[in-house]
């Protein structure tokens, strides 16, 4: 996600459901892709704000969080 995104587009993209499959790139090898995801979701909860929360949660719920754990 680029920070040249509107909100409604943001928007649009999470309630497609790509976070689930957007955390589930933290698992390649490939530094470069997870540079870019991690960019990525930093990118989306910078736009979402205060209303972070569901989006926190839904990186929660597919295991995002225990994969950025583990890259730390």
């Not at 955390?23 to 704000?49: E, P, R, W």
């Amino acid at each position: 996600m680029s920070l040249t995104c509107s909100v409604p587009q943001v928007d649009f993209v999470i309630q497609s459901g790509v976070i689930t499959p957007f955390c589930n790139l933290l698992n390649v090898k490939d530094t470069q892709v997870v540079q870019v995801v991690l960019d990525g979701i930093h990118n989306i909860l910078k736009m979402a704000g205060d209303d972070s929360e569901p989006i926190c949660t839904a990186i929660e719920e597919c295991g995002g969080t225990g994969l950025l754990l583990i890259l730390f």
